[in-house]
């Protein structure tokens, strides 16, 4: 049996839970790189790039808690995990990059990613976050989000109303070919009245168990 045949399992054997979104901690960082290492094994990245992305720009970055533990999970019951950030449209960060320092003329709101354990999927955990985006960007002022979509996850994307940023030359595709091929730029415009989060950031949905993925 493989550890996401576990997590499966597991989840199936709960009736119902509790899903959190909430921000992230630094002590949050080892659950968050193992919820990585199961969602995202072809597109690995240093730990040391969560920690400048939640140095730099802490309102974007969130965690998923269950409530309680659960074998087979994340350690703290972390069951996925958001990460977003200032951007310059057109012109996303490459795979596994330090920014630096974020862009002091940012126009949009840039999902470096959204990650769920795959038993977490198809319940609600991942419109909730993206919901938070759309408000943190119309808190900050901007009107578009963007991020860089997997062959995997372009469906999604697709759904949620994500198109295909066509300009940007050579240097866009240069960092497109950081992550490998059949990567796609996206983005979006931003919908002023998507989210329910409150003033610290956090969105939360009840859902049960044994959800099919998306």
Sequence with gaps: MTADDRVTEDWTDCTQ???IWRPMRESDLDAVLAVADVVHRDY???RSIFVERLALYSPG???AQVDG????LADGGIIGYGIMHPGRLGAPP???TPLGRLPADADCLYIHDIALLPAARGSGLGAAVLDYAHALATREGWDRLALTSTPGARS???RAGFLVHESGGQALAAKLASYGEGMAYMTAPVRRQAANADSSGSVTTAWK???ANR
């Design 17 to 19: 839970r509790q899903g």
């Design 44 to 46: 690995p990245e240093d």
């Design 61 to 63: 970055c969130r965690v």
């Design 69 to 72: 533990l659960m074998d087979g």
């Design 94 to 96: 490459p795979l596994d």
């Design 156 to 158: 999604y994307w697709d």
């Design 209 to 211: 168990a044994g959800l």
